[in-house]
C-alpha cells in the first residue's frame, strides 16, 4: 500500500514537469504601448510641416530628447497573448523649425515610391 502511495505521488508530480498544453496555460492580454502610426498618418506629412502640424497629426512623441531637441521619436509595441512582438519605430527630423526627413519602419509614399524606383543595389 505504502508503495502504491509513494507510486502515485512520484508520477504525479513528474506529470507537472510535462510541457504545459493550450488548455492549462494561463491567459495572457494583449500589450500595446507606445504611439500607434499607420502608413495613413505619416503619409499627411510632408516636408516644411511645422512642429504643430507634425504633433496634429502623429500626436504627442513619445520620446523628446533635452540633447536631440530637433528629432522625435515615436515607438509603438505590441506583444499579443499569442503570438510574435510586433514594433514600430519612427523618428521626425526637423531643421530651422520644420519637417525634414522621416527615419524608421513606417514611411511616408513620396519615400516609399522613390525606393521602389531606384535599383537595386547588387553585392
Sequence with gaps: MRTLFSAAILISALGGCSTVTDFVKPYRIDVRQGNYVT???????????????????LGAPLLSDVFHADRWDYVYRFQPGKGALQERKLAVVFEDGKLARLEGDVQ????AAAEQKAPAAKP
Design 39 to 57: 502608413q495613413e498618418m505619416v503619409s499627411q506629412l510632408k516636408p516644411g510641416m511645422s512642429r504643430d502640424q507634425v504633433r496634429f497629426v
Design 108 to 111: 511616408s509614399e513620396e519615400a
